[in-house]
């Protein structure tokens, strides 16, 4: 539940759902989430949800902070089942020339790129919020054997397609972008589709993913290509 | 393309220097990591619209600092440029007309359009009778370049691009707003969700000094500089979602206010938000430029507000 509402400007509601990050809370945040969206309330232009915060955005024009927040205090959950939520199965390479920090990680985490890969590869993953750019998924929980901070200076360019670890968290780089994450691999999948109308991102908040190894002539004959 | 309703274009023969579409911007996509993007300051993309007697949400030019240099192929168009900014009217007999804003302008078959620079500020806006024929993404044609979408394909307006206008259905009489931009001393801000995070000292230069605006500044974000701003509790958060006007402060102590492009999800301490009253002033300050902010109460921000939105209702009424 929330723990707490406060303003976040004079043109937001900022839910706070305590300070840990696992999916149980995520969840929560997920299905008040899709509940405010149901309500289409009047003036609220924005829902973002993230690991533990629900920010709501709202026109000043039509609306106010304190009429938001009574709306949200009083809001009548609905749990809605999550049939919707699917299983995303997206394809990576590995190769040395894409896994641009396999030998940090290599160095770090006193491990192999084999064993890295195998604790990496063919596990559930599941979507905690996306964001930052574009369709970006941030993913979680990595095993503890391979969870490193980020780097200490962020690239300028993340090649698109990047896949990157960072603490118990793992995401997709859906454009070039800067970007500090451990990346361990690319994939050829178009994980943003802006020409998708109904639903330009591959993978939203609740649902699970799933990497899987490819080689590089798979890689480059994929026929999703960028 | 609507052809039959096309019967002019703008060939562009200089881009500038950040010349995109814009319009109100995309609501409802946070949660896939757009942000609302429209023009950033929202009063004089208002006016742009009005003198030419547009819906108010008809994509007009922004542009930032160096405007772009358009010549017209076709009928005659009305047009008007807000802002403070510098241009001319080059007629096709050679002769160079100086133009003001807040006033339209009729531009006949090889006229030119020369916006050679905005005036101690950064945006102007450009707009059309009829407005401009681009495609909508998410019901709005505003060009965020990071995530590639919107009008020109998610592009800046480029050099040799045409620039197709949509007939006008109206007769225009030319306009004139007396409006001169004014200049505010401080940017009021209400306190940020991590305001605790920084020392009493920290506390004091954010809302004491003042703050110089980077090069490092555009639709994204302005990055500011000074004196630093001491944490004393964590330079990192869980990441989370942020809105525009958000004031952040990474490890190194300057902060950083999201702008209408912004990420929508950042992991630095949000010591502040920018009132909703002051935005569009904010995004006019140029690069090195001095920035002080003032701290008020939500209520008085939400005053604050009513008054700028009337204020600007009634600029609009004067356009008759």
Redesign the interface.
Known sequence: MIKNI???????L?C?FG?E?NKEINSKVINY?KNIKKQNITGV???????????I?FD??LT??EKIREVIKNIDLKTYDNNKNKLVKIPICCDDEFALDINRLETNLKSSKDQILKNFLNREYFCY????????P?LGDVNEKIRLKRLETPRVKVPKGSVGITEKFCNIY??E?PGGWNIIGNSPLKV?N?LN?KN??LV??GDTVIFYKISKKEYENWNDQK | MRIGMIKSNLEVLRAGINTTYQDLGRSNLYQIGIPFSGAMDNRNYLLANNLVSNKKNTPVIEFAYQGPLLKLNGEKICLAITGNVNFNILKKNLKVEKGNCYQTYYLEDGDQIDILSTNKSVYGYLAVSGGFDVELFWNSSSTNTKAKIGANNGEKIKKGNLIQILKSQKIHQLKKLNYFNTKIEQIRIIKGTNYDYFSEDGKKIFLEKKFTVSKLTDRMGMRLEGPKIENVVDTNIRSEGLIKGVIQVPADGNPIIMLSDHGTIGGYPKIGVVISADYDKLVQFQPGSKIKFKEVSLFEAENLYKIYSMETQNILNQIS
């Open positions: 406060s303003n976040l400007g004079d043109a937001a900022y706070d300070k990050v989430f232009t924005n829902i973002a949800p993230s690991y533990n915060k629900l920010i955005t000043l024009k106010n902070f919020m996306t964001g930052f750019i574009a369709g970006m941030f859906t454009f972008s943003f802006k109308d330009p991102a939203n908040p």
